[in-house]
């Protein structure tokens, strides 16, 4: 079967930096997405890796390991609005998304 | 905004009503999908239209059935619904091409409560 596995919730302070990881089992590999959904609103979207390694995009940086079914989401200098749901999705084979049930961020003062 | 759109935003049917969904993409995309997203579950594909044709169903109930007049626009008509079907559901749009996993734009979803 195909799995999306990510941690249900997290916590973190304001200003700090969080990692939030996403494991994959899937039926072949066609790229890995993170979006960001608000309470009540779209999943946006964030990042997309294809090749191994880390993609820097402001604030958030997205990190891809193919042999290991694994990829991160590094969030630094956390803000308020960053308290949010995150979703990890994988492309399969046939280019299907494959989506994980979210990890919801939450920010502290 | 993503350039895409849904309406109604919030709807309450009984299991005997029939009511439809609408989704509109401003994005040009080629392909539309109905998405459900049940409180801590993964994003449930339900159908995906491409160049307007429905390539996918994932063997979603009948009472569940979508069209896709146009490239843009996207249904989703329901009748006899259950209520476990109570969930948020997405449209999302997006330009296929080959060789690559397409990045999908979601419109904010209809939150629909079954009574």
């Known amino acids: 079967g195909q799995n999306i596995d990510q941690p249900t919730e997290m916590t973190a302070t304001e200003g700090a930096i969080v990692q939030i990881n996403c494991t994959y089992q899937t039926s072949g590999f066609n790229g890995l997405f993170w979006y960001q959904q608000h309470a009540g609103e779209a999943p946006t979207f964030l990042s997309y890796?294809?090749l191994d390694g880390l993609e820097e995009k402001g604030r958030f940086s997205s990190f891809l390991s193919r042999s290991k079914g694994y990829s991160y989401l590094l969030l630094k200098e956390l803000q308020m609005k960053d308290s949010a749901s995150y979703l990890c999705a994988v492309g399969d084979s046939n280019y299907q998304l494959i989506w994980g049930a979210g990890t919801k961020l939450i920010i502290k003062p | 905004e993503t350039g895409v759109t849904q309406t109604p935003r919030h709807l309450v049917m009984g299991m005997t009503n029939k009511k439809s969904l609408k989704c509109e993409q401003h994005?040009?995309?080629?392909?539309m999908y109905w998405y459900k997203q049940s409180a801590k579950k993964p994003l449930e594909l339900m159908f995906v239209?491409?160049?307007?044709?429905?390539?996918e169903n994932n063997s979603v109930p009948s009472r569940f059935s979508p069209e896709c007049p146009n490239s843009s626009h996207l249904f989703l008509h329901l009748h006899t619904l259950q209520p476990e079907d109570s969930a948020l559901y997405l449209c999302a749009s997006s330009q296929v091409e080959r060789g690559a996993s397409d990045t999908q734009y979601f419109g904010p979803g209809t939150r629909l409560t079954v009574l």
């Open positions: 239209y491409n160049f307007k044709e429905q390539t």
């Open positions: 994005l040009g995309h080629n392909a």
């Open positions: 890796n294809v």
